[in-house]
């Protein structure tokens, strides 16, 4: 990974993008101290222009953005930085710089929530304790959340309609966690489907 540091005075901007998601968090600006910090911990460190100094985002706050991946752009001039963020990540209070949280991409943070309630063994969560029960259990909760699906399909309440399938997306997030797949799994699939 070679930056081009040399175009304003020794900047480069930096995208940060929540790894989840996909949503755009915030604009930055980076020194190569702060690139090699930022690799090195894998916390995300900026040049604050206004402090004239390295500021690692979240000292204060404790909203910390770890990092998931770096990417440059074609021109070697801009960094991508693929993070998960510990809260909001705006200093006004907002999750991100440029509007509220955003809806798409949230299946991957539902997932995640999925995952870590069964890896924690939370006994008082619902969705531990099914998964505990087993794939048959996971799985005949699937079959019955879709039968539930079709036949809301088939009246005319919107409403229940998108909450059986609210039902069956969750369940089916369950049964990859325990199948041991994840939804990127399955969207590899689909995409090579559409090639």
């Known amino acids: 990974m070679?930056?081009?540091?040399?175009?304003?005075?020794?900047l480069v901007p930096v995208i940060i993008q929540d790894n989840r998601t996909?949503?755009?968090?915030?604009?930055g600006y980076m020194n190569e101290e702060a690139f090699e910090k930022?690799?090195?911990?894998?916390?995300?460190?900026f040049f604050s222009r206004s402090k004239n100094r390295l500021w690692t985002k979240g000292e204060?706050?404790?909203?910390?953005?770890?990092?998931?991946?770096?990417?440059?752009?074609?021109?070697?001039d801009t960094i991508l930085i693929k993070v998960i963020p510990k809260n909001v990540v705006c200093h006004t209070?907002?999750?991100?710089?440029?509007?509220g949280k955003s809806d798409k991409g949230f299946l991957?943070?539902?997932?995640?929530?999925?995952?870590?309630r069964i890896d924690d063994k939370v006994e008082e969560s619902y969705t531990c304790s099914l998964y505990q029960r087993g794939i048959n259990k996971v799985a005949q909760k699937v079959g019955e959340e879709a039968v539930e699906l079709v036949i809301e399909a088939k009246d005319n309440n919107d409403e229940?309609?998108?909450?059986?399938?609210?039902?069956?997306?969750?369940h089916f997030?369950?049964?990859l966690k325990t199948k041991g797949f994840s939804l990127q799994d399955i969207e590899e699939i689909l995409q090579t489907r559409n090639k």
Do not use: H, P, W
């Open 160 to 170: 229940l309609f998108k909450n059986e399938a609210a039902d069956l997306l969750y």
């Open 173 to 175: 997030l369950i049964l």
């Open 38 to 45: 930022t690799k090195r911990e894998e916390i995300v460190t």
């Open 60 to 76: 204060e706050s404790g909203n910390f953005l770890t990092v998931k991946s770096i990417d440059i752009d074609c021109d070697q």
């Open 22 to 27: 996909l949503q755009i968090l915030m604009l």
């Open 93 to 99: 209070g907002s999750f991100s710089c440029f509007s």
């Open 108 to 116: 991957y943070e539902l997932e995640e929530k999925i995952s870590q």
């Open 2 to 10: 070679k930056i081009n540091f040399s175009k304003d005075n020794g």
